[in-house]
């Protein structure tokens, strides 16, 4: 599985990418959503992670954008402000939303679960 991590945190996404790296998993960071975007459509990835408070672009638009260009590509909305998640995240329903700091085995079991088709039962709400 190759990953997308979108987030203006550096932090954060360095954290995200070291785990994943670790357990064998390549990605590429983007601090800029609408960068990341453009690198999307180069180059397709089996999985998106986005934050979802941005200053250019919040995740629900990162997600939007994503899948018009590749409806199949599962995208992950990571947020450190869970109270911040409108109605319209819930309507749009990311396949799965996770709170900071991400909780790496519970990320990929999740992950895991989502691909084999039973990502209904681990769907999460803000």
Known sequence: MRFMLIDDDLQSLKGLSTALRFRGYESIQFQNPKEAIKAFKRDAYDIVVTDYNM?????LEVMQAIQKISPETMVLVVTGYPEKCTSLIKKNRPQLLFEKPVNI????????????????QIEREC
């Open 105 to 120: 085995e519970e990320f990929l079991e999740a992950i895991k679960k989502a691909r084999n088709g039973s990502a209904n």
């Open 55 to 59: 200053p250019e672009m919040n995740g």
